[in-house]
């Protein structure tokens, strides 16, 4: 018997009524993948309508976080995500159209987010206020100074003088917290001994030319302080004096005039001078000004050797130095 080859259309009461054809499978097209720190973004595209839904995970046998959209389109695009860096995840894409077929697909390679450098913080911000110059002072590489104030004596000589009058100063080098000037000084005190009826009295003048060493502490605040000593040439002289009162003429040869009256003269009646080595220590304190003045207040001892008895005596200094 022979096999009948039937045609692709029926006749029905002379009408022609063509067969239906198989309907189209869906298809997943055109993935691709956009990755940031955190996320990945998936787009396909499907040849009929369908929802959209992907499904991923650290293991492929393991998809346990999902994203899904239930609209029916040919253009899908879902984003994974709260993702690690650097890890590996796997992906399955699923889209379902409205009569219920599904198309599958798994990414050929494993989703990885890329690693991005982490930042450095950014520096803090600066406060926006004026620099005080005498809190914050540049040391300089020289140093002077100069005061004045009032000397005490002590020892044996504070039973003979009352408390006189100083002036002092002194330059060098410096380093830092550290100094080497040269240091003079001036001390006058008079006598405790005064005759009024014959009016005799007398006076002792010092002074010395040392070489002190000096340590600064904190020298870059706005407080700060001192240490100095030194070794050096001491003069001492004494005076016996006295006060009178004179009468005469007195001429100015600058101005060119003359005139008379009575003037107090004072008489050297006796002294004596020495010249001797001596040393000094003290310290003191400082408070900044403007630019790298600072202004200090200072004790220091001065002895002298001036055979059985030494000299001795405090002066105490008010002045500025750089």
């Not at 492929?60 to 994974?80: F, I, K, V």
């Not at 904190?218 to 009178?244: E, M, P």
Request: hydrophobic share 35%.
């Amino acid at each position: 018997m022979r096999g009948l080859v039937l045609p692709l259309t029926l006749f029905w009461c002379g009408a022609e009524i063509p067969l239906a054809s198989a309907p189209e499978p869906l298809v997943i097209s055109n993935v691709n993948t956009a990755t940031s720190p955190e996320t990945v973004t998936i787009t396909w595209a499907t040849n009929l309508p369908a929802n959209s839904r992907i499904s991923w995970g650290t293991s492929p046998s393991d998809l346990q976080m999902s994203q899904s959209d239930a609209a029916y389109t040919t253009s899908h695009r879902l984003t994974m995500s709260n993702l690690t860096p650097g890890t590996v995840y796997y992906v399955e894409i699923v889209s379902v159209t409205a009569a219920g077929e599904t198309a599958r697909q798994r990414l050929g390679e494993p989703a990885r987010p890329p690693i991005q450098p982490v930042p450095p913080p950014p520096p803090p911000p600066v406060p926006n206020r004026p620099v005080n110059v005498s809190h914050y002072q540049e040391v300089p590489r020289f140093t002077a100074y100069f005061g004045g104030g009032f000397t005490v004596p002590t020892g044996v000589a504070g039973d003979r003088f009352n408390i006189g009058g100083n002036f002092m100063g002194g330059a060098g080098p410096r380093w830092h917290w550290f100094s080497l000037p040269v240091d003079f000084g001036y001390s006058r005190m008079d006598s405790q001994q005064y005759d009024p009826q014959l009016r005799i009295g007398g006076n002792l003048t010092t002074w010395n030319l040392t070489l002190n060493p000096t340590v600064h502490l904190n020298s870059k605040g706005r407080f700060g302080a001192y240490v100095t000593g030194g070794y050096g040439l001491y003069s001492r002289r004494i005076q016996i004096t006295q006060f009178n009162w004179t009468g005469g003429v007195v001429c100015d040869p600058w101005w060119g005039f003359c005139w008379g009256g009575t003037y107090p003269v004072t008489t050297v009646l006796g002294e004596h001078t020495n010249y001797t080595g001596g040393f000094n220590v003290g310290g003191g304190i400082t408070i900044g000004g403007p630019a790298n003045v600072k202004f200090f207040a200072e004790a220091r001892f001065h002895s002298m050797n001036t055979g059985g008895n030494r000299t001795e005596y405090v002066p105490v200094s008010f002045g500025v130095r750089w």
